[in-house]
Nanobody, 124 residues
Framework: QVQLVESGGGLVQAGGSLRLSCAASGRTFSGVVMGWFRQAPGKERESVGTFSWYGSRSYYPDSVKGRFTISRDNAKNTVYLHLNSLKPEDTAVYYC?????????????????WGQGTQVTVSS
């Protein structure tokens, strides 16, 4: 079992930045892939980045590449999503997820564990 708790969402102006946190607990992270996803009203959930915990490999879709980055703090078992140059279309609920033994290119359906989500709103 993996428990995930997100924090750090909020309201920010276009062009601004936010850092989301995902505190993970419950098992060792060998073979774990962490993912950040988002879902805007009326839209499907989409990936904004995935990260292999010990391999340090990452994947970002073109929609956020160069603006979003994932980092981790091993001592705190926490993964961060750094959101920069935010746009109004980045407004969504952002979720942290974890999967075991999956590819960093896996879709959301492959991630077994999910956090509760945190709202990010970008004003124009």
């Amino acid at each position: 079992q993996v428990q995930l708790v997100e924090s750090g969402g909020g309201l920010v102006q276009a062009g601004g930045s936010l850092r989301l946190s995902c505190a993970a607990s419950g098992r060792t992270f060998s073979g774990v892939v962490m993912g950040w996803f988002r879902q805007a009203p009326g839209k499907e959930r989409e990936s904004v980045g995935t990260f292999s915990w010990y391999g340090s490999r990452s994947y970002y879709p073109d929609s956020v590449k160069g603006r979003f980055t994932i980092s981790r703090d091993n001592a705190k078992n926490t993964v961060y999503l750094h959101l920069n140059s935010l746009k109004p279309e980045d407004t969504a609920v952002y979720y942290c997820a974890a999967g075991v033994g999956i590819s960093i290119a896996a879709t959301d359906r492959s991630f077994r564990y999910w956090g509760q989500g945190t709202q990010v709103t970008v004003s124009s």
